[in-house]
């Protein structure tokens, strides 16, 4: 941290209060005439929250409006995200790129201004929000990778990787389970420098919470090992002001919560303290007394210099940037290669060598083709390629043994109980022994908080994260699975145990309408691959695609190596992997069996059956349909010609696969049973027999 400031204000010096009043009533202005413009919208938060906007924005973050991405900026993150017209109101009256019109345009089509804040469509906006929960846990994310970082780049004297992630929440955020998954591990973490603030003003959309939420929030947090401070009176800024510059010389590594007490609605005499507050226009008549009751006698959307003058963040912001860059050249001098692979890492690019170096693990593994589970190719796979990608950031939700998403490269994080600070281990051996952070996260029983905490840490960027559980259990993952693909997020899930295939733990455990369901989320990518050289390839593809999120969905039982003449094909999501003359049939396919994943066997094995009967036919593995999907039409006809009757075999709901114009599908549409995986293959009917069968009855022979 620099020392041009001193606290408690760290950003220039603090208004005058009477300037603060007029900079948090701006944002009360522009906020109930944005909505009441837009005719829809929420103005209680923003009204509610507008003096802790003039404490955190006007006094402490870290931010270069005319730089939203600068590397080292604060993250602020509004975790309450039905509130969107208090961050649009900051960034414009800061100094984004925001123009008030924009602000007229408030939840229009096409405006930098959506419903709730959107990253990629309005600049400064860190994660979207909206989803009550996520947000404080994509600010755990963050927050992590901030400390990781940390720990990785900055060497004595150079602290090139420290900011705070800043988070305002309200009554939902705390209510939502996930919360407790985040909150816990922050705790558990030791991430000090996130600083969450509580709108704590007792009103949620059904009315006051009494009835529904009687959680003693302070202890709870500071069961969870965080560091609580206040009730504050949310609505006296230098109070609000005071308690953040507290939270930023907590010690011991807890993380902050600053109890807010506020008036949703603060200013409106009829609203305030009311749920009308929450999520309707205050109307004409409502925002004229407001105006008057809070003295602001500007036309909408007119801000008096005054306020601008208190808000501007430009010069402070370019000085902070500055004063950083400063220090970052210093550092690149001293470490001219871990800067340059700081530069890389937080640019997300691949290291210059990617394509090499998946191309040996692919060739390598299709030469050994070896006979394992698709799980355990993915393990393969990646001790490679976290050996090569520091950046890769394993976990897994309290399954790592069956997900093996562990590798020697990535120890388990951990933080050392009495400092706080990451613990350093020693891997390699000889010379090339180092002292790396761990990257494997244990997240506990935590799938959603695992999903979404990834989220926070992609957004940060310098990391890769991937994480895993049961496929069965991305259900519980799944909104922020959904926010991934949503914020173009490169996010990896490994979901092993993918089917009726992981036996005896029954149809609590057996996904059956998982793939499908998945494959239904836009932009996201889902692999099924059948053998070692199709998970390499998904890997690789899910490391390649910096704007997508993707899901490996994994065999927990072995797979036999499909043979294959070469891997190329793979990366188009389908492709022929044998035809009749492999089978030493001469004569054209007369019909296509597509499979995929642990299905693509049986698929083989039909196919050498048929041709004992003079039947050809070819098959076609589709290890992402996501991917194929996106193909030209002139491959897509050439792998699934027109006019060749295609029977496709999934161990999973038939429904998704009609849309491939399949004459019959074999599928599961019950859930599955209890019992070894070989006899629940058969007890479902998925054997060569009941194929070669649907095969010869589709053809007619
Ligand atoms: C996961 C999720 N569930 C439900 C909603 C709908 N919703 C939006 S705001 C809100 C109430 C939030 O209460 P609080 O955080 O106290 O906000 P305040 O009314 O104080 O602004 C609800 C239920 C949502 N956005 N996300
Ligand atoms: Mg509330």
Not at 334 to 351: I, K, Q, S, T
Not at 420 to 445: F, Q, S
Request: glycine residues 10%.
């Amino acid at each position: 941290m620099t020392t041009a400031h001193t606290s408690p204000s760290d950003n220039a010096a603090p208004a005058s209060a009477p300037q603060a009043a007029v900079m948090a009533n701006a944002i009360r202005a522009l906020a109930m005439d944005a909505v009441q413009q837009a005719n829809s919208g929420h103005p209680g938060a923003p009204m509610g929250m507008a003096e802790m906007a003039v404490a955190l924005w006007g006094r402490h973050l870290r931010h270069n409006p005319k730089n939203p991405h600068w590397a080292n900026r604060d993250r602020f993150v509004l975790s309450n995200g039905h509130g969107s017209m208090l961050i649009y109101a900051l960034l414009h009256l800061t100094g984004y790129d925001l123009p008030m019109d924009e602000l007229r345009n408030f939840r229009q089509i096409h405006s930098k201004t959506p419903g709730h804040p959107e990253v990629g469509i309005t600049p400064g906006v860190e994660t979207t929000t909206g989803p009550l929960g996520q947000g404080v846990t994509n600010a755990v994310g963050l927050a992590l990778a901030e400390k990781l970082l940390a720990a990785e780049f900055n060497k004595p004297g150079h602290a090139i990787v420290d900011h705070h992630t800043y988070v305002f929440l309200g009554d939902g955020c705390l209510m939502e389970g996930i919360s407790h998954e985040a909150c816990a591990l922050a705790g558990a973490w030791k991430l000090d420098k996130l600083i969450a603030l509580y709108d704590d003003n007792g009103i949620s959309i059904d009315g006051k919470v009494a009835p529904w939420f009687v959680d003693n929030t302070a202890l709870r947090f500071t069961a969870y090992g965080w560091n609580v401070i206040g009730p504050v009176d949310g609505h006296d800024t230098d109070a609000v002001d005071k308690a953040i510059a507290q939270a930023k010389q907590s010690k011991g590594g807890k993380p902050n919560l600053i109890i807010c007490k506020t008036s949703i609605g603060k200013g409106s005499p009829n609203r305030a303290n009311t749920a009308k507050a929450h999520g309707e226009p205050l109307g004409g008549e409502e925002i004229k007394l407001t105006r008057e009751s809070i003295g602001w006698s500007h036309e909408p959307f007119v801000i008096p210099k005054e306020a601008y003058a208190g808000w501007n963040a430009d010069l402070c912001g370019r000085e902070a940037e500055a004063q950083w860059s400063e220090r970052f050249a210093a550092y690149a001098k001293a470490y001219p290669v871990e800067a340059a692979e700081f530069a890389r890492r937080m640019a997300g690019d691949l290291p210059g060598d990617f394509a090499g170096i998946a191309e040996a693990i692919v060739g390598d593994v299709h030469d050994k083709a070896e006979t394992v589970a698709s799980r355990k190719a993915s393990q393969i796979a990646l001790e490679r390629f976290t050996a090569q990608l520091p950046e890769l950031l394993g976990g897994s939700a309290d399954l790592t043994g069956s997900n093996l998403t562990q590798t020697k490269a990535t120890p388990a994080l951990r933080m050392d109980t009495q400092t706080g600070a990451v613990v350093k281990t020693l891997v390699g051996e000889g010379d090339a022994a180092r002292e790396v952070i761990g990257r494997h996260i244990n997240y506990g029983v935590r799938e959603f908080g695992m999903a979404a905490i990834m989220n926070g840490v992609a957004l940060h960027g310098g990391y890769i994260p991937y994480g895993g559980t049961f496929l069965t259990f991305s259900d519980y993952s799944r909104n922020a699975i959904r926010m991934a693909a949503l914020m173009k997020q490169r996010v990896i899930h490994v979901f092993t145990h993918d089917s009726i295939g992981l036996g005896e733990d029954g149809p609590t455990h057996q996904s059956v309408e998982h793939a499908a369901s998945l494959r239904m989320i836009p932009g996201l990518d889902v692999w099924r691959p059948c053998d070692t050289t199709e998970t390499a390839v998904a890997w690789t593809m899910a490391l390649i695609n910096r704007n997508r999120p993707s899901a490996l969905l994994l065999s927990r039982q072995n797979l036999p190596y499909a043979p294959k003449n070469q891997a190329d094909l793979i990366t188009r999501g389908a492709y022929v992997l044998a035809e009749p003359e492999e089978v030493g049939l001469k004569k054209k396919a007369q019909a296509v069996i597509i499979a995929t994943g642990s299905e693509v066997q049986l698929a083989l094995h039909a196919q050498t059956e048929l041709a004992r009967l003079k039947i050809a036919v070819r098959v076609v593995s589709m290890p992402s349909t996501t991917v194929f999907d996106r193909q030209d039409a002139a491959y897509k006809a050439e792998v699934l010609p027109a006019g060749l009757p295609r029977v496709a075999i999934e161990a999973g709901v038939t429904d998704f696969w009609w849309k491939y114009g399949c004459a019959a599908v074999l599928g599961i549409d019950t859930y599955g049973e209890s019992a070894p995986a070989g006899e629940l293959f058969k007890h479902f009917h998925f054997t060569t027999e009941n194929l070669v069968a649907t095969v010869r009855k589709v053809l007619g022979r």
